[in-house]
Every structure is written in structure tokens, then in C-alpha cells.
T-cell receptor, first 118, second 113 residues
Framework: DGGITQSPKYLFRKEGQNVTLSCEQNLNHDAMYWYRQDPGQGLRLIYYSQIVNDFQKGDIAEGYSVSREKKESFPLTVTSAQKNPTAFYLC?????????????????FGSGTRLTVV | QQPVQSPQAVILREGEDAVINCSSSKALYSVHWYRQKHGEAPVFLMILLKGGEQKGHEKISASFNEKKQQSSLYLTASQLSYSGTYFCGTADSGGTSYGKLTFGQGTILTVHP
């Protein structure tokens, strides 16, 4: 079955350490996104990518970095510059092109990674 | 800018109806609705595109008034399984925007037996 796989499910980061969150999809979706969710809040966009080798900053990109070397993969690195990284991180993908026409389709989300600073 | 959802929380008994509203200060191209159970990923419910359409999904339907930049989600004859947090996500431009969404803060829906 197609879907999005995020790993690990739980991640603990020490102060000053960089960590990378994995996101892989086999849905053949063009677009991929990273969102951060804090308790009781909505989802805030960190980075998004509409095509391989291209990505754009979202609303809260500071302290994060991404790469999109393959269509299936969109890893997120939380750097030491991110001062408050403890949160639930969600990766999503969507199919934005159908027969050459741009469409809007619903997101498919991964199961998330819960990152805690220790 | 983040869309505003109302109410922030609603408590129902099984069989009752509810309406959740989503309002944006920007012109909208599309509105998405998602439901998230505690500790899980959000699940896509439906998308409404510019044009004022109304869509349905079982006993859950939604409308989109592009002139008012508002969308409403209607839950009728609620079931226990409807409990969760509902998010609207808005895309403020179509064409090549590729569906980048800005999410509201969420509405917590609790259905009791």
C-alpha cells in the first residue's frame, strides 16, 4: 500500500546537536511538506518542495534545513540554531499535477516524529 | 496569515449536529478540512475549490464562500468516531501555488454517548 513513512517515531536531541528526521513516500506525489505542531496549536509550515532539487522556506524555516534529491524523499534537519525544537513534526505530500494541469489535492500525512530536547 | 477557526471547542452528545467555521483575511483559492485524533496524523476529509461549491463525505459536508473568504464544516448526527481536532487549511492562490496550505489553530470536537 502507498503512503508516507516518517522515522523515527520518537527522537531525543541533546543541546547543540543536529538531528535529521526522515520522510519517504511511495505515492508518486510531486509536492512534499514539513509542518511543526506544538501542543494545542495548529500546524506551521517549515519547508516545502514542489519538485526534485527545489524547495522553499515556509513560515518558520529558521533553524531547519531540508533537501530534495529524490522525488520520494524529503528529510528535515533540525539544527542547533533552532532554539525550541521540542514539538511534533509532520511530513505530508500531495499530487499537484494531473495530465499537465495544476490541481489542488488533499495532503497525505505521515505518522509524525515527536522530538524532545534533553 | 493563519485562518481563524471557531469555535475553539465543542462538546456534543451522539446524534447532535455541529458547525465549525474557518475565516481568512486573504482571498482564497481552496479550503481543505482535516481531522486529527490524539497523537495521530491528520486525515484528509475534503477540499473545496473557488466557486462556492459544497461537498459531502458521509454525514460531514462543507461549504466555501469565496466572497466572504469563509468555509464551514457541517457534522450531522454526530458519532463517537467524529471526536478529534478539526483543522482547516487554506491556499491563498491557485495556479502554480501547488497547494501550500496555512492551517487554522484547530477546533476540538468531543462527542459523548
Amino acid at each position: 500500500d502507498g503512503g508516507i513513512t516518517q522515522s523515527p517515531k520518537y527522537l531525543f536531541r541533546k543541546e547543540g546537536q543536529n538531528v535529521t528526521l526522515s520522510c519517504e513516500q511511495n505515492l508518486n506525489h510531486d509536492a512534499m511538506y514539513w509542518y511543526r505542531q506544538d501542543p494545542g496549536q495548529g500546524l506551521r509550515l517549515i519547508y516545502y518542495s514542489q519538485i526534485v532539487n527545489d524547495f522553499q522556506k515556509g513560515d518558520i524555516a529558521e533553524g531547519y534545513s531540508v533537501s530534495r534529491e529524490k522525488k520520494e524523499s524529503f528529510p528535515l534537519t533540525v539544527t542547533s540554531a533552532q532554539k525550541n525544537p521540542t514539538a511534533f513534526y509532520l511530513c505530508a505530500s500531495s499530487s499537484s499535477r494531473v495530465l499537465g494541469q495544476t490541481k489542488n489535492y488533499g495532503y497525505t500525512f505521515g505518522s509524525g516524529t515527536r522530538l524532545t530536547v534533553v | 496569515q493563519q485562518p481563524v477557526q471557531s469555535p475553539q471547542a465543542v462538546i456534543l452528545r451522539e446524534g447532535e449536529d455541529a458547525v465549525i467555521n474557518c475565516s481568512s483575511s486573504k482571498a482564497l483559492y481552496s479550503v481543505h478540512w482535516y481531522r486529527q485524533k490524539h497523537g495521530e496524523a491528520p486525515v484528509f476529509l475534503m477540499i473545496l475549490l473557488k466557486g462556492g461549491e459544497q461537498k459531502g463525505h458521509e454525514k460531514i459536508s462543507a461549504s466555501f464562500n469565496e466572497k466572504k473568504q469563509q468555509s464551514s464544516l457541517y457534522l450531522t448526527a454526530s458519532q463517537l468516531s467524529y471526536s478529534g481536532t478539526y483543522f482547516c487549511g487554506t491556499a491563498d492562490s491557485g495556479g502554480t501555488s501547488y497547494g501550500k496550505l496555512t492551517f487554522g489553530q484547530g477546533t476540538i470536537l468531543t462527542v459523548h454517548p
